[in-house]
């Protein structure tokens, strides 16, 4: 038995001297080790490692801990030191990084109201974007009564033709009352202006490619609907309410709020994408019809 033992101490070892043996100089492993920090998204920083054979560890110039990628907010020289503790070679490397001059998503993909909604968000071009429309009740009734809905001067909200159905669908309508009251949206965001709403076209060329861009490709949509969903925008046609309290238009279009009041007396305006017409309507709304609401990041 103890021959046995002795046996494979033996052949551990000569495993361990092959090894050895076989591996290059210290001085050429150390010559081979490479490091390489890349930008992910708009602040990450990423370090690419190459022939480390090790363990490895990292150490930041602005003194973050042990690890291999970092979230940034300023602009600056970022250095890393790559140590493979296997033969102790270190490889450093530095990324100039810009901090980024518009509101985008950075190296987030999702964002949660105050009621614990969770929304996928977007960026595009220099902005970032809701994917779904805003669902909070904050606090606001739902007023299913078309006569009430219709008189109602406060923030209220409802789902398509009342059906609780249609809520994971398209999420909620609400008047343009809801929206003025600033708590549709997460600390940080809002309901973008019509000027915010411009910036987004603008991005996507025109108004008709942005109309192909922002719409999800989805059968929810009726007819033989030009959709790419491009943008990631992902609009849905959760159609509106009317201000006498009645629902329209769902499956053919998708509506949705801007901050801006407009100059015709209890009218705001609103945006409208078709499902049959490859544009965007920008008009005013009676501030009691129902649409649907995107928030973007501040």
């Given at each position: ?36 920090i ?6 990450r ?6 022939n ?7 150490q ?12 940034v ?12 503790h ?9 990324y ?13 993909s999702?964002v ?45 909200w ?14 909620k ?10 708590k549709?949206?997460?600390?940080g ?20 490619l942005?109309?192909?861009g ?16 491009s ?5 849905l ?30 009218s ?6 078709k499902?049959?017409?490859?544009g965007?309507?920008?008009i005013d ?5 129902g649409f ?7």
């Amino acid at each position: 038995m103890k021959v046995v033992n002795y046996l494979w101490i033996g052949v551990a070892f000569l495993f361990a001297l092959t090894i050895q043996t076989c591996r290059k100089p210290i001085d050429d492993e150390c010559n081979s080790l490479r490091a390489k920090i890349i930008l992910e998204g708009t602040d990450r920083l990423t370090v690419m490692v190459s022939n480390g054979i090790g363990t490895l560890s990292y150490q930041w110039s602005n003194g973050t801990g042990d690890l291999s990628s970092i979230v940034v907010s300023e602009s600056g020289n970022y250095c890393v030191t790559v140590t493979d503790h296997l033969n102790t070679c270190t490889a450093s490397s530095c990324y100039e990084y810009t901090k980024s001059s518009g509101g985008d998503c950075g190296s987030f993909s999702a964002v949660m109201d105050d009621e614990n909604n969770l929304y996928d968000i977007v960026t595009i071009g220099s902005q970032c974007w809701m994917k779904s429309n805003v669902s909070i009740e904050a606090g606001f009734p739902k007023i299913t009564d078309p006569v009430e809905w219709a008189s109602y001067t406060k923030p209220a909200w409802c789902y398509y033709e009342n059906n609780v159905n249609n809520g994971p669908k398209y999420q909620k309508l609400y008047n343009w009352y809801a929206v003025k009251s600033g708590k549709l949206c997460p600390n940080g965001w809002h309901i973008p202006s019509l000027a915010e709403w411009e910036i987004l076209f603008k991005f996507l060329k025109t108004d008709s490619l942005a109309a192909v861009g922002m719409r999800k490709v989805d059968p929810l949509w009726i007819g033989n609907v030009n959709a790419t969903n491009s943008s990631g925008f992902s609009a849905l046609p959760g159609g509106r309410r009317q201000a006498g309290g009645s629902f329209i238009y769902e499956g053919t279009e998708a509506d949705f709020w801007t901050s801006d009041e407009s100059k015709l007396a209890g009218s705001s305006i609103g945006i409208t994408i078709k499902s049959t017409f490859d544009g965007i309507t920008k008009i005013d709304w009676g501030k009691n019809h129902g649409f649907s609401c995107r928030c973007l990041k501040n």
